[in-house]
């Protein structure tokens, strides 16, 4: 078992909202030269740059996952991670399946630009994807977790798109194995507000839509690496964090 620094939350270029320069070598590299060994590219509504994303993290020795930020219909925003490139992609199809299709305009929300691990412009994507989806925060859920995944609330610290913003409140339905903080400083003052937070595990994320967002190596997972493999490592990762267990 083995210290693994991690940020888990993380756009690209192809987010409206993400800086230009956010491709996923930039992303790579700049997690690389912050110490960091575990990084998820988690793109609004979509995983489209997570095949160049995989392979720039492999040139720089970092362990990627495959994500989503997933805008339920109520506007709350879920972490959705993949134990491989493979079922992100496939999730990726359902879920363009559930979008409100609305044409970008890149003058008024910014470029959504696809991109290959070089960092070559492959194309764009053509509807704006920061909109909310039709998933019902039920519906959205359980559509993760049967795609294989770990979904849990998004920065619930914070007034945008965070569940408790958006609820008033911490739901105790659907059951969250996790939370993410973005800032864990006000871990102390939610749990004294919403009992159902205590204890509750949490991950501590950037939610980085430019470089130098990109959290340093301050949040850590002890994760069991052995015989070790990036397969391995992240696997394990998605499980702890299914688990519930405390991080």
Known sequence: MNRYYYDLHIHSCLSPCGDNDNTPANIAGMASLKGLQILALTDHNTCGNCP???????????????????????EIHLVCLFPSLETAMDFDALVRTHRVLIPNRPAIFGDQLLMD???????????????????SLEQAVPLVRQAGGV???AHIDREANGIIAVLGTFPEQPVFSCVEYYDKTK???????????????????????????????????????EPYSGDLVRRNLLALLAQGERL
Do not use: W
């Open 52 to 74: 160049a994303f995989f392979k720039a993290c492999k040139a720089f020795g970092i362990i990627p996952v495959p994500g989503m930020e997933l805008t339920t219909a109520e």
């Open 117 to 135: 691990e070089n960092d070559r412009v492959v194309g764009q994507e053509e509807h704006l994807l920061i909109n909310a989806t039709d998933l």
């Open 151 to 153: 979904v849990y609330p």
């Open 187 to 225: 871990r102390p003052g939610l749990e004294e507000r919403f009992p159902i937070l205590r204890g509750k595990p949490s991950v501590v994320s950037s939610d980085a839509h430019y470089l130098g967002h990109i959290n340093e190596a301050e949040n850590a997972l002890m994760l069991e690496d």
